[in-house]
């Protein structure tokens, strides 16, 4: 069972970020009308997210199950994109 840890809001832009999720789980959620966004894992290869090697949210969209992540590399299509990152801690 999961706890909400904390919510992370976002401003992204095009030009990736860098969120310490510290191996915990997580949702992302797209909050945008029309902009997409796009994260990763960015510790194995070192590569921030990028529109060619990142997962791609659909305006609205989230992530259906919780993801465990160290450290989640996310961008956008757009410059003021809003975004949220759930943080979930097991119980």
Not at 34 to 41: L, N, W
Request: charged fraction near 20%; glycine fraction near 6%; charge should be negative.
């Amino acid at each position: 069972m999961y706890k909400i840890e904390k919510v992370i809001p976002l401003t992204l832009g095009t030009q990736a970020q860098t969120v310490n999720i510290g191996g915990l789980g997580c949702l992302v959620q797209n909050n945008s009308d029309a902009a997409d966004v796009y994260f990763k894992e960015l510790r194995d290869d070192a590569q921030e997210v990028t529109a060619e090697n990142g997962w791609v949210l659909s305006p609205g969209a989230s992530t259906a199950l919780a993801l465990t992540v160290r450290e989640l590399s996310v961008a956008a299509s757009a410059a003021e994109t809003d975004a949220r990152v759930l943080v979930l801690d097991e119980e």
